[in-house]
């Protein structure tokens, strides 16, 4: 794996699907020093809250057999809708010119509903992406697992 080089003044996305942490490296390569810019989280609410459907059925027109169709994953959507919202809030910065350098910490499932997202133009920002969960570390964890990576 390359080293990540987190300069100064580079921006850091920490995420999973329930909160993401925007910061930004007041420091340099050997003594990064993140600070918060912002938090957004994802309120949590229970799979009954979100919605209630029963599964669906599917009939045959010729011999009338019956199947079960999955249902719908209310959780998962909401999760997307909450990434979604990230990256346009990330791309709102990139278009402004406030974010040059970007790198991305998300486990896999949440990267890749990002990569989607992103436009063109913050992915040209991005210097680097770690599939990873660090949302739930403190600031000088991730500045640590940052540099050592």
Same mark, same amino acid.
């Not at 019956?66 to 990434?83: C, K, W, Y």
């Given at each position: 794996?390359?080293?990540?080089?987190?300069?100064?003044?580079?921006?850091?996305?920490?995420?999973?699907?329930?909160?993401?942490?925007?910061?930004?490296?007041? *420091?340099?390569?050997?003594?990064? =020093?993140?600070?918060? !810019?912002?938090?957004? @989280?994802?309120? %949590?609410? +229970?799979?009954? #809250?979100?919605?209630?459907?029963?599964? *669906?059925?599917?009939?045959?027109? =010729?011999?009338?057999? !019956?199947?079960?169709? @999955?249902?719908? %994953?209310? +959780?998962?959507? #909401?999760?997307?809708?909450?990434?979604?919202?990230?990256?346009?809030?990330?791309?709102?910065?990139?278009?402004?010119?406030?974010?040059?350098?970007?790198?991305?910490?998300?486990?896999?499932?949440?990267?890749?509903?990002?990569?989607?997202?992103?436009?063109?133009?913050?992915?040209?920002?991005?210097?680097?992406?770690?599939?990873?969960?660090?949302?739930?570390?403190?600031?000088?964890?991730?500045?640590?697992?940052?540099?050592?990576?």
């Amino acid at each position: 794996m390359s080293k990540i080089d987190l300069e100064h003044d580079a921006w850091v996305l920490v995420s999973d699907a329930r909160k993401a942490l925007i910061l930004r490296n007041a *420091g340099d390569n050997v003594y990064p =020093k993140l600070e918060t !810019r912002e938090v957004l @989280e994802h309120p %949590d609410p +229970q799979q009954r #809250a979100l919605g209630t459907d029963v599964p *669906g059925r599917v009939f045959s027109g =010729k011999d009338g057999r !019956r199947a079960a169709i @999955e249902p719908r %994953d209310f +959780q998962a959507e #909401a999760e997307a809708a909450f990434l979604k919202t990230v990256a346009a809030d990330i791309g709102r910065r990139v278009a402004s010119g406030e974010i040059k350098k970007l790198i991305v910490v998300a486990p896999p499932r949440a990267m890749g509903l990002l990569r989607h997202d992103f436009s063109a133009a913050t992915r040209a920002v991005v210097k680097a992406e770690l599939e990873k969960d660090y949302v739930r570390q403190p600031l000088y964890e991730i500045e640590r697992h940052l540099t050592q990576a």
